[in-house]
C-alpha cells in the first residue's frame, strides 16, 4: 500500500474555494488524488460535496486556489472538457437512461461507428459484444445486454455507469453518493466495483456521507463541514469511530447522543 | 468463462417475450383485427383486394409520412402541434409562390421546404431557450401560422383558396414525382406511398442504428443523464423539430401538385391523426421509448376506418369516434403487454 504513495497525485486541489455571489460554498480546499487508490470525501447534507464535484467535473469553475491535473492547470468549462481529460463523473440517480437497453446505454453518448465515420451509423455487433466483455471484467455478469437498464437493480446500474467510465479511459472517477439510495447488498455490490476500478489503475474520488462505506474501501478520507476541509487522515492511521466522530463534528455528535438517551431513559 | 455470444441464459428469453417488447406489436395486432373486421362487413367486396388497398393507402400515406416524423420527435419527449397547419402552409406559400410570383415549380418546392426548416428551427430553439412545454410552444405556432395561411392566401389572392398551380413551369415533372399514381395489379396507387413506404424505412434505421437515433431515445428518456453522457440534447431535439416540420411541408407540397390548388384552412386538425397514429404505434406519449413502423402501422389503421367505414355502408360521421376508441385501446394493450414483458421492476 505504501509503495504506491511515491507516486504523483494525478489530481491535485490547492486552496480552492467557491464563491456564488456573497455565498461562500467552498473555501481552503486541498486535495491530492492518487492513481489505484480510492479518495473519499465526506461530509453531510451541505457541507459543499456537490459544490467540489462540479468543480472537479467541470460545471463550475473555481473561484479560487489551484486545481491541476497530472501536474498542469486544469481548466474545464464543461463537463466535456473533464471527459476528454479523463475525468469521469458518475451522478447518483442521473447516469443511466432506464427504458433504453445496457448496451445503448454503455456507449451512450460515445457511440462506437463503423462504415465512413460522419454517417454515424451505430456498429451494434462491436457495442453489444464489448459491452458484455467489459462488464464481465468488472465483474458483473448479465443475461442479455438487450434488457433495459431500468430491470437491473440500482446497485447493478451504478456498477454499469462505473465500468462505462472505466472503459472509455477514465484515469480519474467520481462517484456522486453512489450508495445513498441503495440497500445494504446493493451498496456492497457498488463497493465491490469500486475496487474493481481501483485494481485497474483509476484513480476514484468516492463522495459520500456514509463513513462506514467509505472506511470499507478508502485510502484516504478528506472530510467536508461547512464548506471547509476539517479533517484529513490516511487508511493506516484511523478508526472508523474516529471518522464516524470527525465527520459528525465531534461534540456535536456527543451532544446528541446525550439528548437521546435522555429522551430514551426507560 | 462462457464465450459471449453463447450464454446458455439468453435461451431463457423466448421469442414470444421478444415479441412482446417490441412497441409495434399492440398496434400490429391491432391493425389485423381491424383489417378482419372490416373485411367481414365490407359490402363492395374490394376491401381486401388491391383496390381496397389502394384507397386505403391513398388515405394513410400522407398522415404516415408526418406521423413517423413525429414519433421520433414523441419519443425525444417533445410534440409539435403545428405540424398539421404546416401542411397547410406549405401548401399555400407553394402555390402562392407559383402563382401569384410566378416562381417555377421545383424553385416554390425548394423554397418552401426551407422556409418550414425555418418553422422547425424556431419551433425547436424556442422550447430550448425558454425551457416552456413544447405543447405551448407548438400551440402557439399552430395558431400564428393558421391566422397567416388564411390572412396572407386572402390578402393575395382575393379569395381563401391558391389556385392556377398547374401553370407553373415543371409542374408536370413535379407531379410525376409526387402526386402521380402507379398502376399495380389493376388498382391505381398514388406515388405518395413509395414515399411513405421509404420514410419508414429510413426512420427506422434513423433510431435503430444511428448515434444519432440513440439520441433520440435517450433525449426522451432522460434528458439529464443523457446530458451527463455527453449527448447533445438540445441539438438532437431541434433537428427533430426541423425534420417534422419539413416533412409536414413536404405532404403539404404533395396535397397541392395533386389537387392543383390549396384551401386555406387545409391540414388544420392533422396534428392530432399524426399523434393518434404514433400513440396507437408505440410511442410513449413521455417519450423514451416508440418507433417508427409502430407510426406507420397507426397511419394503416386510418386508413382502414377511413375506407371501411364507407365500404360497409356505416355512416361516414363515426369516423371521428373510431378513431378516438382505437387511439384508446391499442394504448392500453400496450402498456399491458409491456409490463408483462419487463416482469416486476425493482
Not at chain 1, 49 to 66: A, C, D, M, N, P
Not at chain 2, 16 to 25: N, Q, Y
Not at chain 2, 120 to 139: D, E, H, Q, W
Not at chain 2, 282 to 291: F, I, K, V
Request: aromatic share 10%; hydrophobic share 50%; net charge neutral.
Amino acid at each position: 500500500m505504501n509503495v504506491k504513495k511515491s507516486v504523483d497525485p494525478v489530481l491535485e486541489l490547492k486552496g480552492v474555494g467557491k464563491s456564488f455571489g456573497n455565498v461562500v460554498a467552498l473555501r481552503d480546499v486541498d486535495i491530492a488524488v492518487y492513481p489505484g487508490q480510492v479518495t473519499c470525501v465526506l461530509g453531510d447534507n451541505g457541507a459543499g460535496k456537490s459544490t467540489l464535484i462540479k468543480i472537479l467535473s467541470g460545471v463550475h469553475q473555481q473561484s479560487e486556489g489551484e486545481f491541476t491535473l497530472a501536474g498542469q492547470k486544469a481548466e474545464f468549462n464543461s463537463p466535456r472538457d473533464a471527459m476528454a481529460k479523463g475525468i469521469a463523473t458518475v451522478f447518483q440517480d442521473l447516469a443511466t437512461v432506464p427504458l433504453m437497453s445496457v448496451w445503448r446505454n454503455f456507449f451512450l453518448g460515445n457511440e462506437p461507428k463503423k462504415w465512413w465515420k460522419p454517417l454515424g451509423i451505430l456498429d451494434t455487433k462491436f457495442a453489444k459484444e464489448t459491452a458484455k466483455t467489459e462488464l464481465m471484467n468488472m465483474g458483473i455478469d448479465l443475461r442479455d445486454t438487450n434488457q433495459a437498464i431500468g430491470t437491473l437493480s440500482g446497485g447493478e446500474r451504478q456498477a454499469v455507469a462505473i465500468a462505462r467510465a472505466v472503459y472509455f479511459g477514465a484515469n480519474v472517477l467520481i462517484l456522486d453518493e453512489p450508495t445513498s439510495a441503495l440497500g445494504v447488498r446493493q451498496s456492497g455490490i457498488v463497493l465491490k466495483y469500486i475496487l474493481a476500478a481501483r485494481e485497474r489503475g483509476v484513480a476514484v474520488i468516492f463522495i459520500t456521507h456514509n463513513p462506514h462505506h467509505a472506511f470499507l474501501v478508502g485510502d484516504h478520507f478528506y472530510l467536508l463541514n461547512r464548506g471547509r476541509m476539517t479533517a484529513s487522515f490516511v487508511r493506516e492511521k484511523v478508526q472508523l469511530d474516529e471518522l464516524i466522530q470527525a465527520m459528525a463534528g465531534g461534540a456535536e455528535l456527543d451532544t446528541l447522543t446525550h439528548e437521546i438517551s435522555v429522551i430514551r431513559q426507560d | 468463462m462462457t464465450a459471449v455470444k453463447t450464454d446458455e441464459r439468453v435461451q431463457r428469453v423466448s421469442l414470444f417475450t421478444k415479441a412482446l417488447r417490441r412497441p409495434e406489436l399492440g398496434a400490429l395486432i391491432g391493425a389485423l383485427v381491424i383489417f378482419t373486421v372490416f373485411a367481414i362487413v365490407d359490402t363492395t367486396g374490394q376491401f381486401a383486394q388491391l383496390q381496397g388497398a389502394a384507397g386505403w393507402t391513398k388515405f394513410a400515406a400522407p398522415i404516415g409520412i408526418v406521423s413517423i416524423f413525429v414519433a421520433l420527435l414523441m419519443i425525444a419527449g417533445e410534440f409539435d402541434l403545428s405540424s398539421g397547419v404546416m401542411v397547410g402552409s406549405a401548401g399555400l406559400l407553394m402555390g402562392n409562390l407559383i402563382s401569384e410570383v410566378g416562381m417555377g415549380v421545383w424553385p416554390a418546392l425548394l423554397t418552401t421546404l426551407v422556409f418550414a426548416a425555418f418553422v422547425g428551427l424556431a419551433n425547436g430553439y424556442l422550447v430550448i431557450k425558454t425551457g416552456l412545454p413544447s405543447f405551448i410552444v407548438t400551440l402557439a405556432t399552430f395558431f400564428v401560422l393558421k391566422g397567416v395561411n388564411l390572412a396572407v392566401t386572402k390578402l393575395l389572392t382575393g379569395t381563401v383558396r391558391v389556385d392556377g398551380v398547374d401553370t407553373g413551369e415543371g409542374f408536370d415533372t413535379a407531379r410525376s414525382w409526387f402526386a402521380t399514381k402507379i398502376e399495380f395489379g389493376g388498382a391505381s396507387f398514388q406515388v405518395s406511398v413509395l414515399w411513405w413506404i421509404g420514410f419508414t424505412i429510413f426512420a427506422t434505421w434513423l433510431l435503430t442504428r444511428t448515434t444519432f437515433g440513440n439520441w433520440i431515445f435517450a433525449s426522451g428518456g432522460d434528458p439529464n443523464a443523457a446530458r451527463n453522457a455527453g449527448v447533445p440534447v438540445a441539438r438532437t431535439k431541434i433537428t427533430l423539430f426541423i425534420l417534422t416540420s419539413v416533412a409536414a411541408a413536404l405532404v403539404g407540397c404533395m396535397t397541392l401538385l395533386e389537387l392543383r390548388g390549396m384551401q386555406a384552412g387545409q391540414g388544420i386538425g392533422q396534428e392530432f391523426y399524426y399523434i393518434i397514429a404514433a400513440a396507437v404505434g408505440g410511442t410513449l406519449l413521455n417519450g423514451g421509448a416508440g418507433s417508427a413502423i409502430g407510426a406507420s402501422i397507426g397511419a394503416v389503421i386510418m386508413g382502414f376506418a377511413a375506407i371501411g367505414i364507407p365500404y360497409a355502408l356505416w355512416d361516414q360521421d363515426w369516423v371521428s369516434t373510431f378513431l378516438g376508441v382505437i387511439l384508446f385501446l391499442p394504448v392500453l394493450v400496450n402498456t399491458w403487454l409491456s409490463k408483462q414483458a419487463k416482469g416486476a421492476r425493482k
